[in-house]
Structures are given as structure tokens and as C-alpha cells.
Nanobody, 125 residues
Framework: QEQLVESGGGMVQAGGSLRLSCAASGQTFSSYAMGWFRQAPGKEREFVTSISWTGGFIYYADSVKGRFTISRDYAKNTVYLQMNGLKPEDTAVYYC??????????????????WGKGTLVTVSS
């Protein structure tokens, strides 16, 4: 059974850093785009970043550009989200996602085939 499991969430002060991991199992996701979405309390789920199946095309939301970095390790079937310069408005549940097999375009919610259960990130001011 295909599964995405996030880890690395927690509480951090503004300006701090966290690194989220998403371990994929059940199949190799090397041909899938991988991404991160987040949902803050009372808000819609929103796109954060995605990386193409080749690793060569990366997209970021304007709100995180320059602060967050996505990467993937094909050998470990894992994708990472390094978050620096965290702000209180980054507080949300962060979801790992996989979709768009063999595509180079941005991963959008309607193109996601697999979702993780999410990990909570809380940034205090």
C-alpha cells in the first residue's frame, strides 16, 4: 500500500528553522512530482512547493520563496522541506503529496494522487 509519512514538525520561535521529511513507501515515487502543501486553521489548503520527477523543475509559493527549500533523495524515496526564517504565518499542518507522474509542471491539489496525513508546524512570535 502506497504511503507518505511526514515527520519533523514541531514548535519553533520566529526566525528559527525546521526540516520536514516525507518518507514514501509501498512503491517507488521516483517518477512522481513531489510537493508540500499546508493548511492553517480556518483556511484552505495551499501550495507551498513542488519538485518534478526529474528534480530539475522546482516551484515555490511567493510567500516562502527564498526561505524554504525542497529536495528529494531518490535512493531513500524521501523528500525534504528545509524551512528557514520561519514566521508566525507559516503556522499550519504541512502535507506531503505526490502526483503528476513524468510531468515537469507544478503539482496542484487536483493533480495529487497521494497525500500524507500531515505534520503540525507552529511558529511562535
Amino acid at each position: 500500500q502506497e504511503q507518505l509519512v511526514e515527520s519533523g514538525g514541531g514548535m519553533v520561535q520566529a526566525g528559527g528553522s525546521l526540516r520536514l521529511s516525507c518518507a514514501a513507501s509501498g512503491q517507488t515515487f521516483s517518477s512522481y512530482a513531489m510537493g508540500w502543501f499546508r493548511q492553517a486553521p480556518g483556511k484552505e489548503r495551499e501550495f507551498v512547493t513542488s519538485i518534478s520527477w526529474t528534480g530539475g523543475f522546482i516551484y515555490y509559493a511567493d510567500s516562502v520563496k527564498g526561505r524554504f527549500t525542497i529536495s528529494r533523495d531518490y535512493a531513500k524515496n524521501t523528500v525534504y522541506l528545509q524551512m528557514n526564517g520561519l514566521k508566525p504565518e507559516d503556522t499550519a499542518v504541512y502535507y506531503c503529496a505526490a502526483g503528476r507522474p513524468r510531468s515537469l509542471v507544478k503539482l496542484t491539489p487536483n493533480a495529487v494522487d497521494y497525500w500524507g496525513k500531515g505534520t503540525l508546524v507552529t511558529v511562535s512570535s
